[in-house]
């Protein structure tokens, strides 16, 4: 176990519940960005004590450029910048032995899912994988790991997160830093708190990655999303080989590879401005 992806959302951190520590525009934002990057370094410090020479995070929130480098551990690697070929996994190609998810619940599958969506709130409402409703990113992300020889070992965020996960991953260790009410309510551990927590996780999941298998949908997926609005279903079908199956959903069947790059053509570029 050398090197490990770390794909981070800031909605994976500790007492994160609303707007106002998600957007830039948000009061508590600059007090959240910091402790995004703390519990960071609490699951990084696990990585290179246990004997790992490679930490590579990739940045997953919004424009995708909010966290300050100068706050992280010093040894790490950030991937950063919205200009991507993948929204939370850009570079896996390049070969890990582990990837670790800071993240949160799926739009619409739990009552206690803190800040449920998936990928763009404003524009998603289902996405489906070869028939499987996927709302949750990290269990997306485990299958773009996964197509390449990647494990999924640990997933950090909500009680709701975790569980999401251990449906289509029942090995992977589930750091929960607060516990879902409603969509924006939830009881949260201190910050201090959670960085054991998360270290502790992290060290437990990297002591028995072997046991946990990479999530491989096969060479060929089919992609269904389900939009908010018609006319972004408009949009999507400009793409050549795209299927309009309703008014809301699209389809589009092909090698993984092109899925996981379509993906973020079809889920953010294209439709963000409709």
């Known amino acids: 176990m050398k090197k490990v992806y770390v794909s981070a959302d800031i909605e994976g951190i500790s007492d994160i519940v609303t ?5 830039r525009s948000g009061h508590d934002f600059a007090a959240a960005r910091k402790r995004f990057a703390n519990e960071i370094n609490a699951a990084v410090r696990a990585c290179f004590d246990f004997g790992c020479s490679d930490v590579t995070i990739c940045e997953g929130h919004a424009d995708m450029e909010n966290l300050i480098i100068e706050d ?13 070929n993948s929204l939370q996994m850009e570079g896996i190609e390049m070969g890990y032995d582990a990837y ?17 969506h998936c990928y763009n709130g404003r524009k998603i409402y289902n996405l489906r994988l070869n028939g499987q409703t996927m709302n949750t990113e990290t269990v997306i992300n485990a299958t773009i790991a996964g197509h390449y020889g990647i494990p999924l070992i640990a997933v950090i965020g909500d009680s709701a997160v975790c569980r999401e996960v251990k449906e289509f991953v029942p090995n992977v260790e589930g750091i929960a830093v607060k516990e879902g009410l409603s969509r924006h309510c939830a009881i949260s551990y201190h910050p201090k708190a959670c960085e054991k927590i998360i270290y502790d996780g992290v060290s437990s999941a990297l002591s028995r990655a072997a046991e946990i298998k990479p999530l491989n949908l096969g060479e060929q997926i089919t992609l269904e999303i389900d939009y908010k609005e018609t006319s972004m279903a408009d949009s999507a079908c400009l793409v050549p080989g795209v299927l309009r199956l309703a008014p809301r959903t699209v389809q589009y069947t092909g090698a993984a590879k092109t899925v996981f790059k379509l993906q973020n053509l079809l889920i953010y570029r294209l439709v963000d401005t409709v």
Do not use: E
């Open 19 to 23: 707007g106002i520590s998600t957007m």
């Open 100 to 116: 670790i998810s800071f993240g949160h619940a799926g739009a619409g599958l739990n009552i206690d899912g803190v800040l449920n």
């Open 72 to 84: 992280l551990d010093p040894r790490i690697r950030l991937i950063s910048g919205a200009m991507r």
